[in-house]
């Protein structure tokens, strides 16, 4: 059994907000461009980035931080997205407070009723298990009566948030929509990286490392693992929500493994173990997908390759490209020392 | 730090910036978003149509309602998941003056919610959920094939007539699927005759084997299923292969045996089905349309291009009572409204929730073709329940 | 449901499980013996599919596609090996998985550039179109027997091979310890492109052989390749007597399920896994057992 050489840097608690704060600054200012770039069509673009990025920001907590990995995240993306729609109203705009909170508090519910069931297993069983119990959800959805089947279901009207009177934002204007999106996007940024600067987010990387000895230390590691996977669960909801409310519409398709194996596939593109990989995977999953679909029928041979290139050429995936490229901005030659690492998660042999 | 932000603000400014689509604004152009599958089960339907809508256009010298046609296209791959996405690519990116699409029902809803949305002009070349000329019936959205029901109730009055007492529905379980095998149930059983089962298989599913043995244990009068394109051909191949076709009689509409008999062969011969369209029609129009799409597509048209073929005249009708000028809505809706269409399956005209008021042939399959062999209903309308139009 | 039907229903059962087995089995070899997840595993059932389409259609014979698709299957897998999936080995799973996923698009792609994106039907031989009648007014088509005596023959050649020769004492070895395997002299690269070359020939036939019952189209690698690995994690990683008795166990539930229960029919099989993963978290055999 061999154990995996990770640079503890990359798994610490996310640094300084700076970085953060100036891309939220930058962000925030896209309406405020003129066309072709500050259009309605790339603000909604935008908003459908921003979900998938604090979908990915979610399964970033559970797989890269705590070393679960799960395949069955979707789950509660879509669960969440089909409270919204099918509570909401059908004739007119529904409480966003409540709605809100009914969604995320159902994609935790779920969440803590599977992780009862699944923390008990380990490595690619665990895998599968969780796969297994979004499958379930995905058939519930797609074919009982009053889930609309694999047709999906409509959100005829955006549900408002109202302060006693005033309407706080109207999203059905695409800028506020925008700026309400980025909203979340800067809350799941702060509450994740209070989580992992904290006691238990530490916790969560000792027991990627090494659960037993976390165990041996005193810490109930079940119940840490259980804590991650209902406030990934719970994220998750928030992206289902934002979705919803974007799209106004949900299918069973948002519960498949395909949603839950494209969200792995953002955070390993963009680099496991930090909150920035989740980022920049998530939109470059999103952007480079809707760029290549423009650009060609065979877009799917464009990213199947690009994919392959980020996974063969950046093991620690685009981050890491930031990082190679950092020491060529300040003008040093010489690359950094040290090998890229590999974030490993199985015990996997090695004959070298 | 600084750099990493840097370096990812400018990369995903320029990723934005990628989707771009710096089209021309062509003042004199009329700007046709096709939503369509091109891939999938469905692939030759979508193909058909958009033959049907383009051999209008040319029969027209290339223009239409005085404009030069520019064709915007999306492969919506029968997917619901990805339609509303894709159908915001035509309306907010490419800014489309009309949508036309698209074969499955799902995709079709969410191609509405859309065109309601951004008040776009929306023409149904096939799709037929009933909600769409139903309760979600609007202004903008005209359809020129059929409602789901139109067929199916003809067939069923037509399985009454002859003299069956029982039947099992097998389909594919979606909106389409469903609303079939409901308009076959209520003029079924409003003759007297019953239902047994309703079976159903996930789609685009094709795997059959386990259904078809419940069919044949259930052992009804009649079979009444509904599937289209790839589906089609394998069910009808299948319950032959099942030892069922000679025991128990298979309806459906026509859906199932229109652009398969090639495929199908023998398993299809001699079935009955229903439609609105059929080969070696008394229809003049049927002949010259028939004549022209060989030429110049060198395939034999089917009920999906004929479709197309009408949802262009049908946007050509408004586009004349507007004076070509897209900007004056209600003309343009009105003449769409009052249109009547010299069409390849007969005289159509819209209903009052603009969906075709038309016959629905009862069709035999002979050799390779549909041959119709007489009327299941004429001039039949959608009853549009929930539509407030 | 009388017991004719309950038969057919058997038979049919049968017939699913043991296609399953067939191309769960070499994906539970690769992941077993090389440590390998391979999503693009559904991507072969594809290739077989569509292999069978192509061939029949030039040579326009069933039969014949089917003698030359095999050596054509194995050579696939030999050279795939060699040029791609040999760096995965030294490769954790999840960057297996990023690869592999990245290869199912490419191999979509390919497909599509090369065949197009229709949906095709592939015809049986005459001799084989035929059906059985089983009682008085039932019968049962004689190519789906055909099927499911195909991958018995698979089956007992996999259990001779595995059992009976030198070549299946070192993968049985490897799959145990891999290290030893090669301190003791043996190739063990060869024996890995031997196994994987295998394990895409066998879904390569079972995609031809169900072309017939099954349709061609796009987008059939992905609806095999979930219950695959349902089958594999069900019957144990690594287990190829596991995987033959999930492939069964899935094949029964899931056509009992559809008949009987219709609105459930498609959560019961991954019900049946979680119940079973709970039950014995490794699922049902260990690699060793063979």
Not at chain 1, 199 to 221: D, K, S
Not at chain 2, 119 to 138: F, H, M, Q, R, S
Not at chain 2, 350 to 369: C, F, W
């Given at each position: 059994m061999t154990t995996t ?57 559970l797989v890269?931080?705590t070393g679960l990995v799960s395949l069955g ?45 699944v923390i008990r297993t380990r490595g690619v069983y665990f895998i599968m298990v969780t796969l297994a ?74 027991i990627r490392h090494n659960e037993q ?8 590691t079940?119940?840490?693992k ?38 792995l ?78 974030l490993g998660f199985q015990h996997k042999e090695?004959?070298? | ?389 | ?30 992941f077993g013996?090389?440590g390998v997840i ?54 954790d799973h999840l960057q297996q998985v ?131 690995f349902?089958?594999v994690v069900?019957?144990g990683i690594g ?34 896994m979680?119940?079973?993963l709970l039950?014995k978290p490794e699922g049902?055999?260990k690699a060793?057992?063979?």
């Amino acid at each position: 059994m061999t154990t995996t050489t990770t640079k503890l840097d990359s798994l610490a608690a996310p640094r300084l907000p700076a970085g953060w704060l100036l891309l939220l600054a930058l962000l925030a200012t896209l309406p405020a461009w003129p066309a072709p770039i500050g259009t309605e069509f790339h603000l909604e673009l935008g908003v459908q980035v921003l979900s998938m990025v604090i979908f990915a920001l979610s399964l970033q907590l559970l797989v890269g931080y705590t070393g679960l990995v799960s395949l069955g995240h979707a789950a509660y993306f879509g669960i969440a997205a089909y409270a919204v729609t099918l509570l909401a109203p059908a004739s007119e705009a529904g409480n966003g407070w409540w709605l809100l909170v009914v969604a995320v508090g159902s994609a935790a519910l779920l969440a803590l009723l599977v992780g009862m069931l699944v923390i008990r297993t380990r490595g690619v069983y665990f895998i599968m298990v969780t796969l297994a119990f979004a499958q379930l959800a995905y058939f519930v959805v797609h074919d009982v009566d009053g889930f609309g089947g694999s047709d999906g279901a409509y959100l005829y009207f955006k549900p408002e948030f109202r302060l006693g009177e005033r309407l706080l934002f109207d999203l059905q204007q695409p800028r506020q929509l925008y700026w309400f999106a980025l909203g979340l996007f800067a809350l799941t940024a702060s509450l994740l990286g209070l989580v992992l600067r904290s006691r238990a987010g530490h916790a969560l990387v000792g027991i990627r490392h090494n659960e037993q000895r976390m165990r041996a230390a005193g810490y109930p590691t079940a119940l840490y693992k259980l804590g991650s996977f209902v406030l990934s669960g719970g994220l998750a909801g928030l992206a289902g929500f934002l979705h919803a409310v974007r799209s106004g519409f949900v299918n069973p398709e948002l519960l498949s493994w395909h949603q839950s194996g494209n969200a792995l596939l953002m955070i390993i593109l963009g680099g496991l173990g930090n909150l920035w990989g989740a980022v920049l995977g998530a939109a470059s999953f999103v952007l480079l997908s809707e760029w290549f679909q423009a650009m060609s029928k065979h877009w799917q041979l464009l990213l199947g390759g690009f994919i392959i290139g980020t996974v063969l050429l950046l093991p620690r995936g685009l981050v890491g490209l930031a990082d190679m490229l950092r020491p060529w901005l300040r003008g040093r030659l010489r690359p950094r020392r040290g090998k890229p690492t590999v974030l490993g998660f199985q015990h996997k042999e090695r004959t070298s | 730090m600084k750099y990493r932000t840097a370096t990812l603000a400018m990369g995903m400014l320029a990723l934005l910036t990628g989707p771009l689509q710096g089209q021309a604004q062509g003042a004199d152009k009329l700007k046709v978003g096709l939503m369509l599958p091109y891939t999938g089960t469905y692939a030759a339907l979508g193909t058909a149509i958009e033959n049907g809508f383009k051999l209008y256009i040319e029969e027209q010298g290339g223009k239409l309602g005085g404009k030069s046609v520019e064709f915007f296209r999306v492969d919506d791959e029968s997917d619901p998941s990805k339609a509303v996405d894709n159908a915001n690519k035509l309306v907010k990116r490419d800014s489309v003056d009309v949508l036309v699409g698209t074969v499955h029902s799902g995709v079709a809803m969410a191609l509405a919610k859309v065109a309601k949305d951004s008040n776009t002009l929306l023409i149904v070349p096939n799709a037929g959920a009933d909600a769409l000329t139903g309760p979600l019936c609007a202004r903008n959205v005209f359809r020129t094939s059929f409602s789901n029901w139109q067929p199916a109730y003809a067939m069923g009055l037509v399985a009454a007539e002859r003299k069956h007492k029982t039947a099992v529905t097998i389909t594919w379980k979606y909106a389409a699927g469903d609303e079939s095998v409901k308009g076959f149930k209520e003029s079924f059983e409003a003759k007297g005759g019953k239902v047994l089962k309703e079976l159903n298989v996930p789609f685009p599913n094709v795997e059959f084997q386990a259904l078809l043995t419940e069919i044949a244990a259930t052992k009804p009068d009649a079979v009444y299923a509904f599937f289209a394109g790839g589906g089609a051909v394998k069910f009808v191949k299948d319950y032959a292969a099942a030892g069922l076709k000679d025991k128990i009689p298979l309806y459906g509409p026509g859906f199932l045996t229109d652009g398969t008999l090639d495929a199908q062969g023998d398993a299809a011969t001699g079935m009955l089905t229903t439609l609105h369209y059929a080969d070696e029609l008394a229809v003049p129009k049927d002949k010259s349309f028939r004549l022209a799409y060989a030429k110049a597509f060198k395939l034999q048209p089917d009920v999906y291009a004929v479709q197309g073929y009408d949802a262009a005249q049908l946007l050509a009708a408004g586009l004349k009572a507007a004076g070509g000028d897209l900007a004056k809505r209600d003309a343009l809706v009105q003449g769409m409204e009052s249109a009547k269409l010299d069409s390849p399956r007969g005289t159509l005209t819209m209903s009052k929730a603009h969906n075709p008021v038309q016959d629905i042939y009862l069709r035999q399959v002979t050799g390779k073709e549909n041959k119709s062999i007489g009327l299941a209903a004429k001039q039949l309308a959608d009853p549009a329940r929930g539509c407030r139009l | 449901m009388d017991a004719i039907t309950f038969l057919i229903q058997c038979l049919n059962s049968l017939q699913y499980g043991l296609l399953l087995f067939l191309i769960a089995s070499g994906l539970t070899l690769i992941f077993g013996i090389m440590g390998v997840i391979n999503l693009a595993h559904g991507s072969f059932y594809m290739i077989g599919a569509y292999m069978a389409f192509t061939l029949s259609s030039l040579t326009g014979s069933f039969g014949l596609a089917l003698l030359l698709g095999i050596p054509l299957a194995v050579l696939l897998g030999y050279l795939l090996e060699w040029a791609f999936f040999s760096f995965l080995y030294e490769r954790d799973h999840l960057q297996q998985v990023l690869l592999t996923y990245g290869l199912i698009l490419v191999f979509e792609e390919l497909r599509s550039l090369l065949v197009g994106d229709e949906v095709h039907g592939v015809s049986p031989p005459d001799w084989l179109s035929g059906s059985l009648p089983l009682g008085h007014d039932m019968s049962y088509p004689v190519y789906r027997l055909f099927i499911s005596a195909v991958c018995l023959v698979v089956a007992g050649l996999m259990w001779w091979v595995i059992t009976r020769t030198r070549l299946g004492m070192k993968v049985r070895a490897g799959s145990v310890n891999r290290e030893m395997v090669q301190s003791l002299g043996i190739n063990i690269a060869l024996l890995y492109r031997l196994v994987f070359a295998a394990g895409v020939a066998f879904a390569v036939l079972a995609g031809m052989i169900s072309a017939p019952v099954a349709s061609v189209y796009p987008g059939m690698g992905g609806q095999v390749l979930i219950v695959c690995f349902v089958v594999v994690v069900i019957g144990g990683i690594g287990s190829i007597k596991g995987a033959l008795v999930a492939a069964l166990l899935v094949g029964f539930v899931d056509t009992f399920g559809k008949v009987a229960l219709q609105q459930a029919a498609g959560a019961l099989v991954y019900l049946l896994m979680a119940a079973i993963l709970l039950w014995k978290p490794e699922g049902l055999f260990k690699a060793s057992q063979g």
